[in-house]
């Protein structure tokens, strides 16, 4: 892959859920463009090395551990994040959760606590978030957020009703918020990500294991039409573009990769 270079020096960057997987690529992207960078997570797990990389790159960067969907915590991210950096120009609100292969069932069968601790991280901890930061970028008059959902929140899967719902609801939030902040120069969109490969979701794209799980593999890739899983580094680039003065002319918008994932065929997971 060919590195998309922007310019973000000197900007100010939080990134929710940023230990690991797309948050992390998206934090470091922006790094190495020019950004500092707060990292975010609800556990510390992984933060020395995401924040340690930054810094590596000649950036500023600090860990603030915060469970997104705990508006009390926000709040006082927020607030650190202000006080360290003296300022915030982009928010990627990418901290989200799902329910794994064996808590998915049916809308009959779903738990009530899985729907709750979805709804509360994926779509409740946005709008804290989104929420906080746009109360410091009107008083400034810029300022962008890039909100990452899914396909699932525009073409909806099986047994996972809750998830398909909240990222639903990224897509309509997004554009709500694009239009109520437009007037003050704030950019507001979405990049909806179709399957990523991950260290968690290796064996799920490349059949790791028995006969079934490799019969599995082969048929999620299948229904890629590019033929292969995305990474993290390709919602990063994304971001990198969405964050970027190459996007200021692009709000409301929800940019989908996804390999093609969702030109027009139906997929059982």
Sequence with gaps: MTALRVE??????????STRNIGRAIALAFAGNGADVIVNSHEPDGAEEVVGEIERRGRRACFLQADVSDRGQVAAMFAEAIRRFGRLDLLVNNAGVNVGPDRRAPIHEFRDEDWRRI??????????????????????????????GSVAGLVPLRQQIAFVAAKAGVANLT????????PYGIRVNAIAPGSIMTEGT?????GEGDAEKRRRAESLIAHIPLGAPGT???????????????????????????GGWTCGYNREW
């Design 8 to 17: 973000l020096r000197d900007r100010v960057a939080l990134v929710t859920g």
């Design 119 to 148: 709804i509360a991280t994926d779509l409740d901890g946005m709008f804290y978030c989104s929420k906080a930061a746009a109360a410091h970028m009107v008083e400034r008059r810029s300022g962008k957020i890039i909100n990452i």
């Design 175 to 182: 554009k709500g918020m694009a239009l109520e902040l437009a």
């Design 202 to 206: 290796r064996s799920l794209f490349y």
């Design 232 to 258: 993290p580094e390709d919602i990063a680039q994304a971001a990198l573009f969405l964050a970027s003065a190459a996007s200021d002319y692009v709000t409301g918008h929800v940019l989908v990769v996804d």
